[in-house]
């Protein structure tokens, strides 16, 4: 059986969040605002076909893409950074790398017993999500 992200997912710790949100630019009054947030996320998942929505009280992003196949991301209401992202499989872990002006930007996200895994990478900044199912 293929792993399935699909569910409702509410995050539970987030560790470094301020780093990464350094990294990428995020002004100081929003970094306040963004990491008091507990983001939830809605994942359908259709084999390698993935819809990914990430709510909050304060705002939302939708990412929606297919494995293997490289697209232009906007990431809106994040740091309205454009870039190149591509997903991948490496075994269970679904990886993203977004190829942009931030160098090492992208992502990982796994499942561990019963949590959600992300890792959130920007330069040289990680952070570490963890969520469980709502
Ligand atoms: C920007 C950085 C907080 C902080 C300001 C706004 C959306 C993998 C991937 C799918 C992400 C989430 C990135 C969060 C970066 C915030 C608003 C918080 C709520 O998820 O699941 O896009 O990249």
């Known amino acids: 059986m293929p792993v399935d992200f699909s569910g409702t997912w509410n995050l539970v710790s987030n560790d470094n969040f301020e780093g990464y949100m350094v990294a990428l630019g995020i002004d100081f009054a929003t970094r306040k605002i963004a990491k008091m947030l507990k983001p939830q996320k809605v994942i359908k998942q259709d084999g390698d076909s993935f819809y990914i929505h990430t709510t909050s009280t304060f705002r939302d992003y939708l990412l929606e893409f297919k494995v293997g196949e490289e697209f232009e991301e906007d990431n809106k209401g994040l740091d309205n950074r454009?870039?190149?992202?591509?997903?991948?499989?490496?075994?269970?872990?679904?990886?993203?790398?977004?190829?942009?002006?931030?160098?090492?930007?992208?992502?990982?996200?796994?499942?561990?017993?019963?949590?959600?895994?992300?890792?959130?990478?920007?330069?040289?900044?990680?952070?570490?999500?963890?969520f469980k199912r709502a």
């Open 82 to 130: 454009k870039c190149k992202s591509l997903v991948t499989w490496e075994n269970d872990k679904l990886v993203c790398v977004q190829t942009g002006e931030k160098k090492n930007r992208g992502w990982t996200h796994w499942l561990e017993g019963d949590d959600l895994h992300l890792e959130l990478r920007c330069e040289n900044q990680v952070c570490k999500q963890v």
